[in-house]
């Protein structure tokens, strides 16, 4: 350290899934190649995976976050950039619901920040 460290950041990108580049991907393929589309199944709810994919990053950054100057009372955050698969963006509850999950991280010295990305997302 440089000085007394005044706050840690601990920064985490989150994908819903790692499925959506890959379809995206296959899909292009499959139109220009054949003039057809793959189709799936759309769920426009949030699936369990996600929400413990989210518990499991915010707990990742904490435990990375406390290891910096252990002895020091200082703030502490973790910055989350998620992004929605193309199903979630349909529905802007799913943004809300995973703001005040990842809100409920944030006690003390220790804050959650994020910024999603994806079709429809709050700016």
Known sequence: ???????????????????????VYENTRMILERGEAITRRVNPNI???????????????????????????IPRIAFLIVHFDYDLTMSPANYAATASFLNGFSNGMFQVA?????LNAPT
């Open 1 to 23: 350290w440089r000085g007394a460290p005044v706050g840690v950041l601990e920064v985490k990108t989150v994908y819903e899934s790692d499925n959506q580049s890959i379809y």
């Open 47 to 73: 699936p369990d995976a996600f929400w413990l994919k989210l518990q499991s990053t915010v707990n990742r950054a904490q435990d990375q976050l406390n290891s910096y100057a252990p002895e020091k009372n």
């Open 114 to 118: 994020y910024q999603f990305r994806g």
